[in-house]
């Protein structure tokens, strides 16, 4: 659905009229169009205490083949850069700042005590001004529950406030990530710096992602352009919206996408399949015999390389006007079948090892919302899902991550009355409503092969949406 306030803002005459008035004007969002780089522009490193990832970042910023700069209180990134072939210099001359870059990247990783926290006021008080818009924000740093000392624990914990102040402070659609990467898990940073660094984050901000050490296989992709090459994916309730999106976007990535919808979307499910080269699975998930169905399907192919719990119904009542059926009805659509596919496939082996699992929350199952009780414990039973499952499927090498998207232009979305839509658009720090292709490109760096260090994750694509954490 298009956007009609964005366009007018964006227009000569509404862009001068928003700012006489004092209206937000949203800005359009750079996304990712196949071929693109990873990122286009230059990255400018920071640091406070004793960095410890500067090795890994320079690794991973060669593979990008990024530019790269240093801030003055990092002098150490140099040699360190140098010595991985990737080409820099430093930024600003004489207290003057330096040219505009694309992106920032401060290695909090070394910070054992807030009375380093001037690092952190420095480097952004220097460069805040100087990110080109729709740029990028990542501050990395290790996870406060894993620091032995509590004042580590502390200053790292820290990191998530100024994290999502950051978010809510630098306007230009410029997004702002905390990424704690676990010690020993250095080497699993590739592909979420990929995925953050680029226009395929362009709607998930203000997040805290954690990286921890490989579960199952670890396995870089041969080509970045196509990490899923070769990979068996199942999507559920990929007919329309944001579920074709996904079977759009896996297919891209190079994967094999097996779509699932119910018999009655059988016409939609079979232009989508076309459309991605996949296949048409038409099928009822809350059905009895569901689970054993999908192992039967996966087993047949060879197993399955992954699985995206996509589908999910909307049966809005206050509980007090509620009728027993719309309960039950999306609590078995939105949780209670993905619970039952999982267990089945697990237990016949179904998801190979090395498999990755994507659940679709809400943010509604995080902030909770009028006349959606029902629509909220499920989404919100999806997230602890994904949480009290992670070390259970980790046995097996199989990751588990969830998706909370917020407002997104869908036909549901549409909808929606004209001012309660308006709000929803307008409710978080880019002023607009995300795409399917926004949840897609999510799920799509869930299921990477590189992404092994992530498991038990809820990242929210919502534009840093004013409601909820």
């Known amino acids: ?40 522009g230059t990255v400018l490193l920071g640091g406070g205490g004793a960095p410890q990832l500067l090795p890994a970042l320079a690794a991973v910023l060669k593979s990008m083949e990024a530019q790269t700069l240093a801030h003055a209180q990092l002098p150490q990134w140099t040699p360190v850069a140098n010595a991985a072939g990737l080409l820099t210099g430093r930024w600003g001359l004489e207290g003057e700042p330096g040219e505009k870059v694309k992106a920032l990247v401060f290695d909090a990783s070394g910070m054992d005590d807030s009375s380093q926290s001037d690092a952190l006021y420095q480097f952004f008080h220097d460069t805040a001004r100087s990110i080109l818009p729709c740029g990028r924000v990542v501050i990395i740093g290790r ?50 710096l990929r995925f953050l660094l680029s226009p395929r984050s362009a709607y998930v901000s203000a997040q805290v992602i954690r990286i921890g050490q490989a579960v199952g296989p670890r396995a870089l992709p041969a080509d970045w352009s196509k990490p899923l090459s070769g990979k068996k994916i199942l999507v559920t309730g990929a007919s329309r919206g944001i579920g074709a999106s996904i079977a759009e976007v896996l297919s891209r990535e190079g994967a094999s996408v097996i779509c699932l919808d119910v018999p009655q979307a059988q016409a939609g ?60 009805m999306v609590l078995d659509v939105n949780l209670l079948a993905q619970e039952r596919i999982n267990d089945a496939l697990i237990a016949a082996g179904a998801i190979k090892r090395g498999g990755r699992i994507v659940c679709v929350s809400s943010i509604s199952g995080i902030a909770g919302n009028l006349g959606q009780t029902n629509y909220a414990l499920s989404k919100a039973g999806v997230v602890g899902m994904v949480q009290s499952m992670a070390p259970v499927l980790a046995a097996h090498g199989v990751t588990i991550n969830a998706v909370a998207p917020g407002f997104i232009e869908t036909q549901m979305t549409a909808a929606i009355p004209f001012a309660i839509r308006e709000a929803g658009r307008r409710m978080n720090a880019m002023s607009q409503g995300g795409l399917p292709q926004d949840v ?30």
């Not at 102040?165 to 990467?181: D, F, H, M, P, R």
């Open 143 to 192: 996870p406060p529950e894993a620091c032995k000392a509590p004042r580590k624990a502390t200053v790292q914990r820290a990191l998530e406030g100024l994290s999502r102040s950051l978010a809510k402070e630098l306007k230009k659609s410029i997004t702002v990530q905390l990424v704690y990467v676990a010690e020993g898990a250095e080497d699993q940073i590739e592909s979420t």
């Open 269 to 328: 499910l079979d232009e989508i399949a076309a459309k991605v080269g996949g296949t048409a699975m038409a099928l009822d998930i809350v059905a009895a015999d569901a689970p054993q169905q999908l192992v039967d399907a996966a087993l047949a192919q060879g197993g399955w390389d992954g699985v995206v719990h996509n589908a999910g119904i909307t049966r809005d009542k206050t509980i007090a006007n509620m009728k027993p059926h719309f309960w039950q």
């Open 1 to 40: 659905m298009t956007d009609s306030y964005l366009n007018f803002a964006n227009s000569p005459i509404g862009a001068k009229l928003t700012k006489a008035l004092g209206l937000p004007k949203p800005m359009v969002l750079e996304r990712f169009e196949e071929g693109q780089s990873a990122i286009k």
């Open 440 to 469: 897609a490109e999510t799920i799509a760096w869930f299921a990477s092969p590189a992404s092994s260090g992530l498991t038990g994750n809820l990242v929210r694509v919502c534009g840093q949406s004013l409601i909820g954490a």
